[in-house]
């Protein structure tokens, strides 16, 4: 079965300061990939995704993921974070089944910003 | 990017009864859309799938005499919480999509309390 591990459950990080959040993931193919964020007691927002191409992809509010398949790994950056950026961000991994997507979230990380 | 709303954002309810929650996609036509449940400070798990005009699918551990879905039309699909119980409370989030491949987006959730 697939599975996704964020191992950081939270981390806090200086406004301004550089920002990588970790993910890996378990699966026998390349899976789809992607980071969302969820802001207290919303919904959720795509940040990025990877399906194929170019290892390194960018996403909004500048954000960035690097695909590393030798790591099983997808993890976010952020060269500068805002305090805008606090909030709980979630990694997911999909598979076709049965003609639908079905994504598998890891179990997130709390970014706290400080001054 | 696309809406998906989420009616209610918060309900509270008495054991027993049964709740429904609604999701519409606002500006798109969803042909799959997902239900999830959130614990507290923990990840996403998926409920079911579900598409339009045919049964849901649910996820093993789901019981589907407890959780109805109904995705009646390519832009509106809910889930009724029968017979709630407190251990039922928890944070439901839908997402939709137009087709394979195509990104997920979001409802805000429901905050379910089951007093």
């Known amino acids: 079965a697939q599975s996704v591990t964020q191992p950081d459950i939270h981390i806090t990080v200086s406004e301004g300061a550089s920002l990588e959040l970790r993910c890996n993931y378990s699966y026998g193919a390349t899976p789809y990939l992607f980071w969302y964020v969820q802001s207290p007691g919303q919904g959720l927002q795509l940040l990025l995704k990877?399906?194929?191409?170019?290892?390194l992809v960018q996403g909004i509010k500048g954000f960035e993921a690097e695909f590393k398949r030798s790591q099983s790994s997808f993890n976010l950056r952020k060269p500068s974070v805002h305090w805008s950026d606090a909030a709980e961000y979630f990694c997911?991994?999909?598979?076709?089944?049965?003609?639908?997507?079905?994504?598998?979230f890891g179990t997130g990380t709390r970014l706290t910003i400080i001054p | 990017g696309a809406v998906v709303s989420q009616h209610p954002s918060w309900v509270i309810c008495k054991s027993g009864t049964s709740v429904k929650i609604e999701c519409r996609s606002l500006?798109?036509?969803?042909?799959?859309m997902f239900w999830y449940r959130q614990f507290p400070k923990q990840s996403l798990m998926l409920m079911a799938t579900?598409?339009?005009?045919?049964?849901?699918?649910?996820e093993q551990g789901v019981e589907k005499d407890k959780f109805l879905i109904n995705h009646a039309s390519l832009t509106l699909s809910t889930l009724t919480v029968t017979s709630a119980h407190p251990e039922d409370s928890s944070f439901y989030i839908c997402?939709?999509?137009?087709?394979?491949?195509?990104?997920?987006?979001f409802g805000q959730g429901t905050r379910l309390t089951v007093v």
């Open positions: 579900s598409n339009e005009g045919s049964k849901a699918t649910y």
């Open positions: 997911a991994v999909a598979f076709l089944n049965f003609g639908n997507e079905k994504l598998t």
């Open positions: 500006d798109f036509q969803a042909t799959t």
């Open positions: 997402s939709a999509e137009t087709g394979v491949g195509a990104e997920a987006f």
């Open positions: 990877y399906f194929s191409g170019d290892t």
